[in-house]
Antibody, heavy 117, light 107 residues
Framework: QVQLRESGPGLVKPSETLSLTCTVSGGSINSYYWTWIRQPPGKGLEWIGY???????NYNPSLKSRATISVDTSKKQFSLELISVTAPDTAVYYC???????????WGQGTPVTVSS | DIQMTQSPSSVSASVGDRVTITCRAS??????LSWYQQKPGKAPRLLIYEIFRLQSGVPSRFSGRGSGTEFTLTISSLQPEDFATYYCQQANSFPWTFGQGTKVEIK
């Protein structure tokens, strides 16, 4: 059974770059879509964007081009970079996998990120 | 962006009750409507995709239906493990968006 695990710093300073990695175990990284979703404290879910294992991407315009998602098939990892973070970027960040981009089948446990000086 | 509005925002129900959650979209779309269940401190879990397709391993008491701008998730007989928050999600028009959530609480 596939397992996804997010990793990265739990605290990021305002204006700096948030970098998260999702490591895949027990399953292939090929032939899937890999998505990042976040959830601010006490709030609902926000789709950040996805990457297909072959490299195509799509992002939420609300992030104003601050997000970049990449994949390293050799390491079975995919990553999120979010530049110029501010307090509203504080959230639990989830990675997810699915055979189609339109829904999110398998999820990581989530990693909390706080933006604060 | 397509806005997804769920109703009710919360519902109190008893074990064995039938519960229906509605998700209304700000504009009509096709078939990419999914439902997720989230328990406190846990990641969401996919229940239904493409309006009515049950994800593998999800009990058959969960069902989805709808078209156009109105979609529903029904739990036919509420079980103790179903008390959670439920989200709808559309993927017919970028950006993909979620409803605000419906919390199913114990009466």
């Amino acid at each position: 059974q596939v397992q996804l695990r997010e990793s990265g710093p739990g605290l990021v300073k305002p204006s700096e770059t948030l970098s998260l990695t999702c490591t895949v175990s027990g399953g292939s990284i090929n032939s899937y879509y890999w998505t990042w979703i976040r959830q601010p404290p006490g709030k609902g879910l926000e789709w950040i964007g996805y990457i297909h294992y072959a490299g195509s991407t799509n992002y939420n315009p609300s992030l104003k081009s601050r997000a970049t998602i990449s994949v390293d098939t050799s390491k079975k990892q995919f990553s999120l970079e979010l530049i110029s973070v501010t307090a509203p970027d504080t959230a639990v960040y989830y990675c997810a996998r699915s055979p189609r981009a339109e829904y999110f089948q398998d999820w990581g446990q989530g990693t909390p990120v706080t933006v604060s000086s | 962006d397509i806005q997804m509005t769920q109703s009710p925002s919360s519902v109190s129900a008893s074990v064995g009750d039938r519960v229906t959650i509605t998700c209304r979209a700000s504009q009509a779309f096709g078939s990419w409507l999914s439902w997720y269940q989230q328990k406190p401190g846990k990641a969401p879990r996919l229940l239904i995709y493409e309006i009515f397709r049950l994800q593998s391993g999800v009990p058959s008491r969960f069902s989805g239906r709808g078209s156009g701008t109105e979609f529903t998730l029904t739990i036919s007989s509420l079980q103790p493990e179903d008390f959670a928050t439920y989200y709808c999600q559309q993927a017919n028009s970028f950006p993909w968006t979620f409803g605000q959530g419906t919390k199913v609480e114990i009466k």
